[in-house]
């Protein structure tokens, strides 16, 4: 399998030297980050086969499909409507961009003072160490930062960019153009695939997609439970192979993984003591494999319960409402859910603190951290609005900004352990 | 009983202990083998329980046999011991400083801390001081018998490092170098108290606090009446050794 895998790595025109610095580097840190951890369900096996062959076997699967004239679409946003994708026969997967590894070659390109998420993922295609990007036909980006929006420039000009318009505020003009930003995507996808996208089509995909959705908010709904069956670090991993997994298949492994907590909530088992710490973490995405928060908060005692982010309760806790087998209403109800995200790049954005603040309360959050990367400058600025409204409602928050270095590990170390005193009491 | 309190610091290491109030005290270099120097300190001493804080704690405390807290709560109930109507401590340490806030109950409330860099630290003063050739315990000094100052615009201790070496080049007398850099750091200092807020007795520990200018220039910045404790580093030592007495 090992010399298949770099066979299929250099057909991508991957470079294989620095890709095996990048897998080396991985294996420990996966099994410090998960494979420690005690009381785990069996059910994360399954994950754990999928980070052990990370670049392998999904990659295959890609390619497979590559070869009968199938389309990869790879995208880095929740804002990317994977419903289209799926219904022109085409396989979405979610780009990594959640590592240091790939930083320092990002920034022989891109200023330093730009945020982790922009430079890895820039780094993973000009260092050519993913085989997800190499394997993908077309990168889907979209606007919601301006850091991205220049660095899709770029990427432009190694390998095929769509970017897609996210508006900035929540109008009625804002929806109007965001409708027009679907339709025009289902042309670009129509064009990609040389498939005519059908009510029939895409009506099986919006179902396809939602079942994962409604297979998420089980795991969720899971984590609201006091002791909590799942750590904050598993729940987090399943939900970011649900980004490039098979759908399909995706679903059920996490149905499985559901299945078995519902036998440990029943015999009231859990993965940490009943008086840790709960956690709700809130603010710019963890892009696989960025654990570093998650890791410090659960290796200091607490648990993450909840994640407001978009690899959290932003990825999946609205459906696209099924609109029948009429298309123009089909990519209508398409476009309500995806502008229905409250994400940060939007102005106002009052919807996320009162997320927040129902989340906490549904959770059982002892706390919330409110994480945002460096130079991610609409996470960091509504933090302020988020602090005044947790304040308010007597809710203790934690505000860290970091990105994937290890360099300031200690004092954040300091930082969450006195925060964890301070709400323990 | 006896208890000990360690405070592994960035810079220094400080050690108290404790039966029915605070015996003795130390401040040591932590040099570069934090864990030696700890194991020669602690084994002139008896003590019954121990609880280790600071930038080192996770690495002294397993190999010595303490408990942990984080410098937070271990500044928080040193100045509460020392000072009972104390509610907001600010501390400037060796590579981090620190605005915590406690409530009339002495729990910590709310804090502040700088992130990653050691802008605004004892580490930046003491960089400064060995640019414009001055003991760092002469730094205070030489900044209040400055007779002007000038603006540094940089906190980040490299770009001020080069900013000063301009100044310095430009035929700039060190006093006022000194008093602007002192200026810089009250200013962050001050900015960080007022996000978290003070409130009735403000405690400045912290080796820093032995900086009469910057207790000059903090006070005058938030326009509050400071304390500064006798011996201001030990602060949260004495925390972590009456944490000691209470850990089961």
């Known amino acids: 399998m090992a010399n ?3 066979r299929m790595w250099t057909e991508l025109n991957i470079d294989l030297k620095s890709h095996d610095m990048l897998m080396n580097a991985l294996g420990p840190i996966f099994q410090e980050v998960y494979l420690s951890q005690k009381n785990r369900p069996a059910g994360m096996g399954f994950y754990d086969f999928v980070v052990g062959d990370i670049h392998g076997i999904r990659v295959k699967e890609l390619r497979e499909h590559a070869k009968t004239g199938g389309k990869v679409v790879a995208t880095y946003c929740v804002f990317v409507p994977e419903e289209l994708v799926w219904a022109a026969g085409a396989i979405p997967v979610g780009l990594c961009a959640g590592t240091q590894f790939s930083v320092p070659i990002a920034e022989e390109v891109l200023p330093r003072n730009t945020c982790a998420l922009i430079k890895s993922s820039f780094g993973f295609k000009l260092g050519r160490v993913c085989p997800y990007v190499q ?3 077309l990168i889907v980006g979209e ?21 897609m318009e996210v508006p900035n505020k929540k ?11 679907v339709l025009a995507f289902k042309d670009v996808i129509e064009q990609l695939t040389g498939t005519k996208i059908t009510a029939k089509k895409l009506g099986q995909a919006i179902d396809l997609v939602n079942k994962r959705r409604l297979a998420l908010q ?7 439970v006091r002791p909590v069956p799942i750590s904050g670090k598993d729940a987090l991993l399943a939900t970011q192979v649900s980004f490039y997994d098979d759908a399909q298949r995706d679903t059920q492994m996490l149905n499985a993984l559901c299945d078995e907590l519902d036998k ?3 015999a009231g088992q859990g993965v940490a003591p009943k008086n840790a710490p709960r956690i709700l973490v809130s603010g710019s995405p963890m892009a696989i494999p960025n654990w570093k928060l998650h890791h410090l908060v659960e290796s200091t005692g607490a648990v993450v319960v909840c994640e407001e982010s978009c690899t959290g309760t932003r990825f999946f806790s609205d459906l696209v409402k099924p609109a029948g087998d009429n298309l123009d209403e089909q990519l209508k109800a398409i476009a309500d859910r995806y502008m229905n995200i409250h994400c940060a790049c939007f102005t106002p954005n009052d919807e996320r603190p009162d997320d927040v603040v129902r989340l906490a309360k549904e959770y059982q959050a002892d706390g919330v951290i409110h994480y945002n990367l460096q130079f991610c400058h609409t996470y960091a600025n509504e933090a302020v609005k988020m602090a005044k409204r947790l304040e308010k409602e007597g809710i203790p928050l934690l505000r860290i900004e970091t990105d994937y270095s290890d360099e300031d590990a200690g004092q954040l170390r300091t930082r969450i352990e006195a925060f964890l005193e301070m709400i323990k009491h | 009983m006896i208890s000990v309190g360690l405070d592994v610091g960035s810079r220094t290491i400080k050690v108290a202990t404790f039966d029915t109030a605070v015996r003795d005290c130390l401040v040591t270099e932590t040099g570069a083998n934090p864990l030696r120097r700890c194991q020669e300190l602690m084994s002139g001493i008896n003590y019954d329980r121990m609880v280790v804080t600071g930038y080192g704690r996770h690495l002294v405390a397993p190999a010595l046999g303490g408990e942990i807290v984080s410098e937070i709560k271990a500044f928080a109930v040193g100045a509460r011991h020392l000072y009972p109507d104390c509610c907001t401590i600010i501390d400037i340490g060796g590579q981090d400083c620190k605005v915590i806030l406690l409530t009339d109950a002495g729990e910590v409330q709310k804090f502040e801390m700088n992130d990653r860099c050691a802008a605004g630290t004892g580490k930046f003063l003491e960089i400064m001081a060995d640019t414009l050739e001055v003991k760092i315990s002469g730094l205070g000094n030489l900044a209040l018998c400055a007779t002007r100052t000038v603006q540094i615009n940089s906190l980040c201790t490299v770009f001020a490092e080069s900013e000063v070496v301009s100044l310095i080049a430009r035929g700039e007398e060190s006093g006022a170098i000194a008093l ?16 978290v807020g003070t409130r009735k007795r403000v405690v400045f520990a912290g080796g820093a606090a032995l900086n009469p200018c910057l207790y000059r220039l903090v006070a005058e910045q938030l326009e509050v009446e400071l304390t500064v404790p006798p011996q201001p580093q ?4 004495v925390g972590a050794s009456i944490l000691a007495q209470n850990f089961h």
Request: glycine residues 8%; contains cysteine.
């Open chain 1, 4 to 6: 298949e895998n770099v």
């Open chain 1, 135 to 137: 394997a993908s036909h």
């Open chain 1, 143 to 163: 606007t919601t930062c301006d850091g991205k929006k220049k660095m899709f420039e770029m990427l432009g000009q190694l390998q095929p960019v769509y970017v």
């Open chain 1, 171 to 181: 109008t009625e003009r804002s929806r109007e153009l965001w409708h027009g930003e």
């Open chain 1, 218 to 224: 089980r795991l969720y709904n899971l984590c609201k």
């Open chain 1, 264 to 266: 440990r909530v029943a």
């Open chain 2, 180 to 195: 602007g850099l002192h200026r810089a750091i009250a200013s962050r200092i001050a900015t960080m108290a007022r996000r």
């Open chain 2, 234 to 237: 030990i602060v949260g030592a």
